[in-house]
């Protein structure tokens, strides 16, 4: 199973739509946003796969994103999500919430770990935990996401 992970859209439709092309080659059966979705209309570029939200620190307007979230027959898990997929088990976040990040980091109980906030793509091992930052699709030099390959935990950065 291939999953997308974005994060920091803030809005810009268009570096978010140039996301959605690449993903479309990409074999991607589902996404997870890391936050700073921005507005409403970023949301239905992504209805081509079941896409899971959490907020970030300028996601204004949680209930408007919310509705528009639910309404797109999408998942929104306010400020912190969870799955399981392929046996794996997988936190996502925004990590402006600098101890509910380290707490989820240092928790040794999952073994991938997504955020955003930074606008840096990055990936480190803590402990099992595989840490990873897909980048930003919004100020950010390059814009980023990334695909993690599950259950083997493999990751692409890719550029936008």
Same mark, same amino acid.
Request: net charge negative; proline share 0%.
């Given at each position: 199973m291939r999953i997308?992970?974005?994060?920091?859209?803030?809005?810009h439709v268009e570096n978010a739509r140039a996301a959605v092309r690449v993903l479309e080659q990409l074999d991607v059966e589902l996404v997870l946003h890391c936050?700073?979705? $921005? #507005?409403?209309?970023?949301i239905p570029l992504f209805a081509d796969w079941p896409t899971h939200y959490v907020f970030g620190n300028v996601d204004y307007g949680e209930s408007e994103l919310r509705q528009a979230i639910e309404q797109a027959g999408?998942?929104?898990?306010?400020?912190? $999500? #969870?799955?399981?997929?392929?046996?794996?088990?997988?936190?996502?976040?925004?990590?402006d919430?600098?101890?509910?990040?380290?707490?989820t980091v240092s928790a040794d109980e999952w073994d991938l770990v997504c955020y955003g906030h930074t606008h840096v793509?990055?990936?480190?091992k803590i402990g099992k935990t595989l840490v990873l930052n897909p980048g930003a699709l919004y100020r950010a030099t390059p814009h980023s996401f990334a695909v993690v390959e599950l259950p083997s935990l493999t990751t692409d950065h890719i550029e936008v």
């Open positions: 997308a992970v974005v994060s920091d859209t803030h809005a936050g700073d979705i $921005g #507005s409403t209309s970023i999408h998942t929104c898990h306010e400020r912190f $999500g #969870s799955l399981e997929l392929e046996g794996r088990r997988i936190a996502f976040l925004h990590s919430d600098g101890r509910l990040f380290q707490e793509a990055a990936q480190e």
